[in-house]
């Protein structure tokens, strides 16, 4: 079998091999290295003969898989490159994103304000694709055997253990955090700050168990050229 994937090393333990592109060398270098995965640097623009040469023949992919990426794409073109490599009838996408973390309610009270009020000026208007949880993404594809639609689904979570630096270091993280401090505002003030700390510290714990949502789109090719 062969997988055009976008990171999720995971795949190795599955497919015989596993192809992973990235438009950035830094995170090639970062990737994990497995003898049955190979990575290729492409543009963000590729055409139909680069992805010949550089990632895989016409209807020979089993499996493409996105992860927290796709609501940056050019989808129409996207689309084109998936419905080119795939296997027809039953070739498979399957891309998710994570939604915004859960806590518990005295620090998610918090964030929803933080979220929905403080940061959105700076989000990029392709978040709310995500925050719509992919509902509204274009998504031509037909379900799976089994599935009665292409989704989201919502059968799986992330949970990752953090303390309350942790979680502030993935608030930092988001494009939204660096845009506002490139405009000169600092979105954790120390009131922010505070009030994290304050419900982060209520029960006791330093360490919680922090869970973010994840959503899926899944479908097949079927016979689209």
């Not at 999720?8 to 950035?24: A, H, K, P, R, Y």
């Not at 020979?60 to 794409?73: G, K, R, S």
């Not at 330093?206 to 479908?219: A, H, T």
Request: glycine share 4%.
């Amino acid at each position: 079998m062969k997988s055009l994937v976008h990171a999720n090393f995971q795949l190795s333990g599955i497919f015989e091999n596993v192809i992973g592109t990235e438009t950035s060398p830094k995170q090639i270098e970062f990737a994990t290295k497995l003898p049955n995965i190979r990575y290729e640097l492409t543009s963000p623009a590729m055409s139909i003969a680069e992805l010949e040469q550089n990632v895989a023949a016409q209807s020979t992919v089993d499996l493409v898989t996105i992860a927290q990426a796709m609501h940056w794409f050019d989808l129409p073109q996207f689309y084109n490159q998936v419905k080119w490599v795939l296997k027809k009838p039953n070739g498979v996408i399957a891309t998710w994103c994570y939604t915004v973390p859960e806590v518990n309610v005295s620090v998610d009270a918090v964030f929803q304000p933080f979220y929905t009020v403080d940061s959105d000026p700076f989000w990029e208007p392709q978040r709310k694709l995500v925050d719509n949880k992919y509902m509204t993404i274009d998504f031509p594809f037909e379900p799976v055997d089994g599935a009665d639609s292409t989704g989201p689904f919502d059968r799986f979570v992330i949970e990752k253990t953090m303390d309350l630096e942790g979680y502030f270091s993935y608030i930092r993280s988001w494009s939204a955090y660096q845009t506002a401090k490139d405009k000169g505002v600092e979105l954790l003030t120390e009131n922010v700050i505070e009030n994290f700390r304050r419900a982060w510290n209520e029960d006791g714990q330093s360490r919680k168990v922090v869970r973010f949502p994840i959503y899926l789109r899944i479908g097949k090719v079927g016979n689209n050229i």
